[in-house]
């Protein structure tokens, strides 16, 4: 069974479709990142699953409990950093805040161990509402880890946070999964969702049209490597010079086989100096398969070869 189970979950608001029908099943300890465009359907997921809004049709289990109607002991079991909806006090400090929500566990992380994770303990009897927007958000993920939860549900977390405070969350996050907490996330931030996802769910106008790990995201958009290298003698083979862009000595050749190709070049006798393969970026593959560009003829391993050695 999974930690997670959702089949056909579809979300009316009058006549607008957010969500229209999608299936998954999330399995303990998963990390998994939402991803899609703005309207697709994220915080409408994220607001279903943590029990605060009430599908149209479909269903889904969280820890083995039906959503809406969450029990407590489900609920105490899971953490939501969600824009908007922390309930935080502007009138109590964040020592107070911790203590009062810690209450609500009957075995509460120590709070001055919070604040110091989250770089907050210099702030501890400020106001709640004189913080600035990014410390409130440290809060707000604070209050979410309060009851050791077993999974996290963080929509954008490090939205509007300075870089500092982004690495911080993200090595907090990464903690957190390695002692086996399941968290979902959705944002925007690709180099997040690279940095921190083993599973990536895309969204597009309500629909799910990927779910998988992000390299076979990358391999389904079926989108070239740059091989790239300094040329220092001989012509290139014509069947790549057409594709290769020349700039001086330098050349850019897209590749979908760049094995093929590289093996191609060295049997020309071409020679070859300063040789780098990039492969295609986790922020270009969501862009193709959003667009409908994906070459799902390409099967991933046509376009993800062995480098080892390059
Ligand atoms: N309360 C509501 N009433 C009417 N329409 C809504 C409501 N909440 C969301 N929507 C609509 O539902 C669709 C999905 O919204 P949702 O907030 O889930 O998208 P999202 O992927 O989280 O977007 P973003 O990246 O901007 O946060 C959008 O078209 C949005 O305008």
Not at 198 to 216: A, C, N
């Amino acid at each position: 069974m999974g930690i997670l189970e959702v089949s056909d979950l579809r979300k009316q608001y009058g006549s607008i479709p957010a969500l229209k029908g999608i299936s998954f099943t999330v399995g303990v300890a998963e990390r998994v990142v939402v991803l899609g465009p703005n309207g697709s359907g994220k915080t409408t997921t994220l607001d279903i699953l943590g029990g605060f809004l009430r599908p149209t049709a479909g269903w889904a289990r969280v820890l083995g409990a039906y959503v809406p109607h969450l029990p407590p002991g489900v609920r105490r079991q899971m953490g939501f950093v969600f824009q908007d909806k922390a309930g935080l006090y502007p009138e109590l400090t964040v020592r107070e805040t911790l203590e009062l929500f810690g209450g609500y566990y009957p075995d509460p992380l120590p709070a001055p161990e919070l604040l110091e994770k989250l770089g907050l303990a210099d702030r501890r009897d400020r106001w709640v509402r004189n913080l600035s927007g990014g410390e409130r958000r440290r809060l707000e993920l604070a209050v979410a880890l309060l009851g050791r939860p077993r999974l996290i549900f963080l929509d954008e977390p490090t939205a509007s946070l300075d870089p500092e405070a982004r690495l911080l969350i993200w090595a907090l996050i990464e903690e957190l999964a390695d002692r086996g907490v399941t968290f979902v996330l959705t944002t925007h931030n690709l180099e997040e969702a690279r940095r921190l996802g083993r599973r990536v769910l895309l969204l597009r106008g309500g629909e799910l049209i990927f779910d998988g790990s992000p390299q076979t995201m990358i391999a389904q958009a079926g989108l070239p490597y740059q091989i790239s290298f300094r040329r220092t003698e001989a012509t290139l083979p014509p069947a790549l010079a057409v594709r290769a862009r020349v700039e001086g000595d330098r050349v850019t050749l897209p590749s979908l086989r760049p094995d093929e190709d590289l093996m191609a070049l060295r049997g020309s006798g071409v020679g070859l100096e300063e040789v780098s393969i990039q492969p295609p970026t986790l922020e270009e593959a969501y862009l193709a398969l959003l667009k409908g560009a994906s070459h799902e003829h390409h099967s991933p391993n046509a376009v993800a070869p062995s480098l080892a050695g390059q």
